[in-house]
């Protein structure tokens, strides 16, 4: 597609219960990128995929957090046994291999009740 | 550790005069940096961005200065619009990779 698109777009989920976010990136793009971004704060690294290599996941918050790639395309972020805290807009972003230009999807807004 | 900040939550301007957006960094591995702006319920949009072996990139009423022995880099708009109220993010990208790493945000309000 045109841009970096993510469903849904709003999630309203129950404490303790799991949750699945979607981002499909721009076609073409290797890395693509997930962000979170909480109430009054900048945007957090979550979790970064490039190519084949093994991706760094080394902003995730918790072993509660899981993202995949498949095929080098469409990514799911996976929030397990969802807390309060986990209440944040969650941005994937993409770009072309070695850039700094990430291109953002329009987020998805989790909150956990 | 907060590695990229913006002091300034907030900022109102009156349209016509110019903008000047805050940032600071301690990261000395930084080697990009690059200012996005988001307006509410979208994604942040590119905007403009700096090399760490330039002091300065301009590009239409948009301009970054970076001073690197202070680690401040500033965004100038000028003249500032209705339009270009929105929250506006600095971030640096490291040496070692292309993961960015985001300051907090300044949201600008340009007064008619």
């Known amino acids: 597609g045109a841009g970096v698109s993510q469903s849904p777009s709003n999630k309203v989920t129950e404490k303790g219960k799991d949750v699945e976010l979607r981002c499909d990136p721009i076609?073409?793009?290797?890395?693509l990128y997930w962000y979170r971004q909480s109430l009054g704060q900048g945007l957090e690294f979550l979790i970064y995929?490039?190519?084949?290599?093994?991706?760094?996941k080394s902003g995730l918050p918790s072993d509660r957090f899981s993202a995949e790639r498949t095929g080098g395309s469409v990514s799911t972020l996976t929030i397990q046994r969802t807390q309060q805290e986990d209440s944040a807009v969650y941005l994937c972003?993409?770009?072309?291999?070695?850039?700094?230009?990430?291109?953002f999807g329009s987020g998805t807004r989790l909150t956990v009740v | 550790d907060q590695q990229v900040k913006q002091n300034s939550p907030s900022l109102s301007v009156q349209e016509g005069r110019i903008s000047i957006l805050n940032c600071d960094y301690t990261?000395?591995?930084?080697?990009?940096f690059l200012w996005y702006k988001k307006y509410p319920a979208e994604g942040p949009t590119f905007l403009i961005s700096?090399?760490?072996?330039?002091d300065k990139n301009e590009d239409g009423r948009f301009t970054v200065f970076l001073n690197k022995s202070a680690k401040h880099l500033s965004l100038h708009i000028v003249p500032s619009q209705p339009g270009d109220s929105a929250v506006y993010f600095c971030?640096?990208?490291?040496?070692?990779?292309?993961?960015?790493?985001f300051g907090e945000g300044t949201q600008l309000t340009v007064n008619p």
């Open positions: 972003a993409s770009s072309l291999a070695g850039t700094a230009y990430h291109t």
């Open positions: 076609s073409g793009h290797t890395a």
């Open positions: 995929f490039q190519g084949n290599s093994a991706p760094d």
């Open positions: 990261n000395s591995m930084f080697d990009y």
């Open positions: 700096i090399s760490s072996i330039k």
């Open positions: 971030a640096g990208k490291s040496i070692s990779g292309s993961r960015l790493t």
